[in-house]
């Protein structure tokens, strides 16, 4: 579109540019030039750009500010991050999260898993499997996340779409990670309190968080019930 208009930025072009940078397609805000135009065009037009554009740099540069979920549950506060118990509850890779205006979610997770408790204690984060595999391995968080963010993308040449992932992930269990040898990078959390303790058994533990709807997938899986929520990589933000 924009070389169609012979360089020139129109207002559509602005909105979908920043929805496009929302949603982390960071190829299209590559040109440095294109980015300055299009931030004078949305300020002009009202438009709020200057969060999301510094978010997409930071996520391109690999900077990450103390206490938004990366860093491993820190009390500092973050520009745009959310205070007290709603802290650090934002998802690897695509920076702060929701807008004010994103409803948040009061979600449970369940677990006995030893070294599922092992690491949160460690890092104040609640991970997918790939996520928390790569950090045993490496006790680098953020590369954690980042090499979990490649194995989601190994995940969805896999499936075709996210969408069929999903409810493989319901569906397979465990079992797929066995059958295709990667680990799977989905964590599954839940908005019934009884369905966590379930997972939780006895002598295990169970989270709670306020997650931003937008970072929340629901399971649609026939069967699955209401409850059942899937977030990408893992998450801070629970107690």
Request: proline share 1%; with cysteine.
């Amino acid at each position: 579109q924009y070389a169609v208009n012979g360089g020139k930025v129109t207002p559509d072009m602005a909105l979908n540019i920043a929805g496009a940078a929302a949603m982390g397609a960071l190829a299209v805000m590559s040109a440095g030039s294109m980015m300055k135009e299009v931030t004078s065009l949305a300020k002009a037009s009202g438009i709020k750009m200057e969060t999301t554009v510094r978010d997409v740099a930071d996520s391109i540069s690999g900077k990450v500010e103390k206490g938004t979920g990366i860093s491993g549950g820190s009390g500092s506060s973050g520009s745009g991050m959310m205070k007290n118990k709603n802290r650090g509850c934002v998802v690897w890779p695509f920076g702060k999260g929701g807008s004010g205006s994103d409803e948040l979610v009061h979600v449970y997770r369940g677990t006995n898993r030893y070294t599922e408790l092992s690491v949160f204690e460690e890092t104040g984060h609640l991970m997918s499997d790939s996520t928390r595999n790569a950090y045993l391995e490496t006790g680098n968080l953020k590369g954690a996340y980042a090499q979990s963010n490649n194995t989601h993308n190994n995940w969805l040449k896999i499936w075709g779409n996210e969408s069929d992932y999903v409810q493989a992930h319901a569906a397979f269990g465990t079992e797929l990670s066995e059958a295709f040898g990667l680990d799977r990078t989905f964590m599954s959390v839940t908005t019934d309190l009884n369905v966590a303790r379930k997972f939780a058994g006895e002598g295990g533990r169970v989270f709670e968080a306020y997650i931003p709807r937008s970072q929340l997938i629901k399971q649609t899986l026939s069967g699955a019930g209401e409850s059942e929520y899937l977030i990408r990589f893992g998450s801070g933000g629970f107690k």
